[in-house]
């Protein structure tokens, strides 16, 4: 069993910076790709970015590129997200998942296990 523990969520105003993390225990793969997904009221769930294992491989949507940069923890079983310059339609629940593979993939159906999410709100 492999449990994801996201957090680092809340209330922001626009402009302003948040801090999410993932930490992932169990029995994980012997090598996996990780990745940030949000999911807004209403709409499908969608990716922010993704990490390969070695964690020199990243991608990011459009929509956050040059403000959220994600990154592992030495011990590669973490994994970060700084979002900067938020903006108010960045709300939305963020999740983290992991996927069996050493590249990342922009598709939730290729993740394996996920977390419960973190809420992130940004006002205007």
């Known amino acids: 069993q492999v449990q994801l523990v996201e957090s680092g969520g809340g209330l922001v105003q626009a402009g302003g910076s948040l801090r999410l993390s993932c930490a992932a225990s169990?029995?994980?793969?012997?090598?996996?790709?990780m990745g940030w997904f949000r999911q807004a009221p209403g709409k499908e769930r969608e990716v922010v970015a993704t990490?390969?294992?070695?964690?020199?491989?990243?991608s990011y949507s459009d929509s956050v590129k040059g403000r959220f940069t994600i990154s592992r923890g030495n011990a590669k079983n973490t994994m970060y997200l700084q979002m900067n310059k938020l903006k108010p339609e960045d709300t939305a629940t963020y999740y983290c998942?992991?996927?069996?593979?050493?590249?990342?993939?922009?598709?939730?159906?290729?993740?394996?296990?996920w977390g419960q999410g973190t809420q992130v709100t940004v006002s205007s």
């Open positions: 169990g029995r994980t793969f012997s090598s996996y790709a």
């Open positions: 990490i390969s294992w070695g964690g020199t491989i990243t």
């Open positions: 998942a992991i996927k069996d593979g050493r590249l990342g993939s922009a598709r939730y159906a290729d993740y394996d296990y």
